[in-house]
């Protein structure tokens, strides 16, 4: 865990949904003050409290910060699976962000990358995509995704 801030990055408040609201993912929070943050922070809902990208997480550069990589990295709570949700088209096949995504392969980790509507599963060594898509779904399952 870091003390790290999110700054002028707000992507999780369009890339993630919030229940509470029943906002859907790819749509702005209606509470989003682009560059400036949250308008109700004192009082947003719990799972924007309790929400925590990769980037925040981990003890990752601050070029990895989605608003700049144009990636979102959002782990699984089983910790083999890592959704990159792509903000700015093809990124996730750019630098920095596909270099973090081989190191996450190399992790033993499956990566589900999303960029619109293309969506890829890659998948690490020693595993096969069957493995790594079981892990996901139960993964989605568990947060009632589905
Ligand atoms: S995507 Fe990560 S860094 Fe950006 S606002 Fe959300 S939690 Fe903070
Ligand atoms: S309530 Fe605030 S933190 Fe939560 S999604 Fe909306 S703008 Fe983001």
Redesign the pocket.
């Known amino acids: 865990m870091t003390d790290k801030k999110c700054g002028e990055c707000?992507l999780?408040?369009l890339m993630t949904h919030?229940p509470e609201f029943r906002?859907p993912v790819g749509v702005w929070?209606q509470?989003?003050k682009q560059g400036e943050g949250?308008?109700?922070?004192t009082v947003?809902?719990e799972s924007?409290v309790n929400y925590k990208c990769m980037w925040l997480m981990e003890d990752w550069p601050e070029f990895l910060r989605p608003d700049k990589c144009g990636v979102l990295f959002d782990v699984l709570r089983n910790h083999k699976t890592v959704v990159a949700i792509t903000a700015r088209p093809g990124a996730w096949r750019e630098e920095p962000a596909y270099n973090t995504i081989l190191h996450l392969l190399k992790e033993d980790r499956g990566v589900y990358a999303v960029d619109g509507e293309e969506k890829n599963l890659l998948v690490p060594e020693g595993r096969t995509p069957e493995q790594v898509w079981y892990d996901l779904m139960k993964a989605v399952k568990e947060l009632g995704l589905t």
Request: hydrophobic share 5%; proline share 7%.
């Open positions: 707000s999780c408040c919030t906002r929070c509470h989003c949250c308008t109700i922070y947003r809902p924007c």
